[in-house]
């Protein structure tokens, strides 16, 4: 069989630390192999490495069975590999052509031919199923239509071998599933593709092979049709993993948390949430399931305080809340583990240690009389260390300096720790691998044993399935059903999320 | 290499780039910069009065650099210290001389009006930037102007005194001079000042590094959005921050004002101090301590630039383009940076 890359038993060293040690990693033309492993396993590394970004100590680079010395990426280019990065790299305020073009511009005497370049770029996109429109601005366009301008950039530069880095965690479940199809368009094409990702469902949905990293080490490579999802998981933690997340019956008592009738309006003036109305009792956690964009993240900034609401009414525990700001809010019981941890939930130049007691600073014992206590500041930092989990060198080292993972861990331990009456998780698990999902989702479903409501947002169908108590759906700013998810299917979520209703949703299912 | 030595490394590297730059530059238009350095030397420290004049030189720059240092710290650029600076120095003549009261009240009282002054002057563009999201450079900087011409104004249509552009000189029960420090100093204008420009260091160091007040405010600076969600009142610790910055400003006006004149003229331009505070704050890291340090380089390089041309024959101006370097290679620290990582990784391998 022909190999169009081969990394052959890459060691890649930082100061003592190895992150890559002998991996190997072999892509067939024509195939989409999946480089699975935990955050911080050496994924990043290896593809740096294949992309010339880094030089490694040991092992040698074959592409199509010539050895070669990547030393930069415009080389890797050369060599017809492209990658679609996580994080995009677009310019916003750029057309999707001028980002296809941007560095690669055909110019005639100083001039770019820019409707050349447009039907260039609409028949790249129509040979591979990449629907864009050439002529819309980035930062007009969804998530998914950028992602699709990232593969059309790659494609533009001639790329035979396309990598995609953790390509559907931006995703809504819809998208996702045209990725998917967009991924085995490209291999018919002729393309190979390397898949990184940590989701399992993924991998077994496109992938034909999969080569697994566990912390710096190749575990080995195995053909999809022949695994499952519990073995490629345990070979990536490197022990058993729980999927169907344990958990005793709910026994759910009086309501916590009451929205009634809420209007909240986006930046642009629009009732982003409208006349949504919502309980959530003690004991029980409440998911909110809907695509991306209906209105989730404006109710959850309304009722933690962070965005003004028109109308309606919060109640906590019967307390009005609606209007309150965020510090009076999170005193009266609110616990929030934000969507966007970077931007909300860290100040990340601060040490992880002070971000523990983010929201309690002004607290004894963390001080008195206006002065901060550090001792016990530190105190309290190294207990949420230990009890969550949170692997940093120590309590001093900035949170930017910690993996995702762990500083999620870190939130979700200062806002569990406060024991609020109500939980607010938005996302919790986002961009986070099997082991550390396990570990929330056990921490959220204690606190609904203790007592405490929970209000969960995910847009992982699996998750808001397999953790609630009770399914909200939302959708246009309105939850437009309430479902128990032992008697739902993905596909009845799915209808709902889409807007129809319960009714010929449940149609649907059950004949 | 650690973090903290690189952060340390880097501004005495600048410094010590700006000097060599700086004798390139003598070199090619034909001075001697042995000679030129030397007369530096001896006019800082070559006597006594030099000292004093050295510290009195530095103490409003302290200040001034506290001023742009903490506004930094809460993510705020506060362009306006010149014009803090002038109305606190204003405010404080203007007590000095409008009363006769005793010494332990009248001194803290023209302290504390140039402090009020100055704080007012910036909560304008702190509470601009707070409530209509009108960005604090742009009106800190026309803020300068109002200031220096309504000054002008007050100075000459006010305080003046018969020969018109000047106003009295302060009581004697407002000033900061000292014959003490004159004495020991062979009578250069030192003044009680540089003691309250340290303990507004240590104020300053305590109030970001050790309260709750500073923890909020520097989590402002570093995330805006953190810190709202967090329970903090961005808008209100944006103000807050503006009014301590211009406070310090209003301050080193003071050290003008009762301590090295002890009158306010009218003024044909701005007097720079307020920009030196962005170069030794930028010098100094932003840092109390860093603000300390930089603020005393540059006050030797003043005081002792003007022996230059008495001594070695070289055009004191030629200090200021070492100044000028100085900051330049702070501002491009990143390449100093880079060339230090490269550095620490060589000795790795």
Known sequence: MEYVIEMLNIRKEFGGFVANDNITLQLKKGEIHALLGENGAGKSTLMNVLFGLYQPEQGEIRVKGNPVNITNPNIANDLGIGMVHQHFMLVDTFTVTENIILGREVTTAGRIDIKKAEQEVRQISERYGLAVDPQAKISDITVGMQQRVEILKTLYRGAEIVIFDEPSAVLTPQEIKELMQIMKTLIKEGKSIILITHKLKEIMEVADRCTVIRKGKGIGTVNVSETNPNELASLMVGREVVFKTEKKEAAPKQNVLEVNDLVVKDTRGVSIVNGLTLDVRAGEIVGIAGVDGNGQSELIEAITGLRKSESGSVKLNGKELLNLTPRKITESGVGHIPQDRHKHGLVLNYPIGENIVLQNYYKKPYSKNGVLNFREIYKQAKKIISEFDVRTPSEYTLARALSGGNQQKAIIGREVDRNPDLLIAAQPTRGLDVGAIEFIHKRLIEQRDNGKAVLLLSFELDEIMNVSDRIAVIYEGKIVAVVNPKETTEQELGLLMAGSNRKEAGEGTHV | ?349
């Open chain 2, 1 to 349: 290499m650690s973090k903290r030595l690189t952060g340390i490394l880097t501004p005495i590297i600048a410094v010590l780039l700006g000097i060599i730059v700086g004798t390139i530059i003598m070199l090619a238009s034909g001075y001697n910069p042995v000679d030129a350095y030397t007369a530096l030397w001896n006019g800082a420290f070559g006597e006594t009065y030099y000292i004093g004049e050295v510290i009195r030189q530095f103490t409003p720059y302290i200040l001034a650099g506290l001023a742009v240092a903490f506004a930094f710290r809460v993510g705020l650029f506060n362009i306006g210290v010149e014009g803090q600076f002038i109305v606190g120095w204003l405010a404080s003549v203007w007590v000095g001389v409008s009363f006769d009261l005793p010494r332990v009240i009248h001194l803290p009282l023209a302290i504390l009006a140039a402090m009020v002054a100055g704080a007012l002057w910036a909560f304008i563009p702190g509470f601009l930037k707070a409530r209509f999201r009108v960005h604090e450079v742009i009106v800190t900087i026309m803020m300068n102007y109002v200031a220096l011409h309504t000054t002008n104004y007050i100075i000459r249509n006010v305080l003046a005194a018969k020969s018109g552009d000047k106003t009295e000189q302060i009581h004697e029960s407002a000033s900061l001079r000292s014959e003490f420090l004159q004495s020991i100093t062979d009578y250069s204008r030192l003044h009680w000042g540089i003691v309250i420009a340290i303990v507004c260091c240590i104020i300053m160091w305590f109030l970001l590094e050790r309260t709750t007040r500073g923890f909020e405010l520097r989590a402002v600076g570093f995330n805006q959005h953190a810190a709202h969600y967090a329970g903090m009142s961005v808008n209100k610790n944006i103000i807050l921050s503006m009014l301590i910055s211009g406070a310090f400003a209003g301050l080193a006006g003071a050290m003008e004002g009762l301590g090295t004149f002890g009158y306010a003229a009218v003024k044909g331009g701005f007097t720079g101090v307020g920009f030196e505070g962005i170069a030794v704050a930028l010098l100094g890291a932003n840092t109390s301590l860093g603000v300390f340090f930089s603020a005393i380089l540059f006050g030797i390089l003043e005081v002792g630039a003007l022996n230059m041309p008495l001594e070695a024959g070289v055009p004191n101006e030629l200090v200021s383009i070492i100044i000028a370097l100085i900051v330049f290679f702070v501002a491009s620290s990143y390449i100093i940076r880079i060339f230090l990582d490269r550095f620490s990784k060589k000795e790795v391998k």
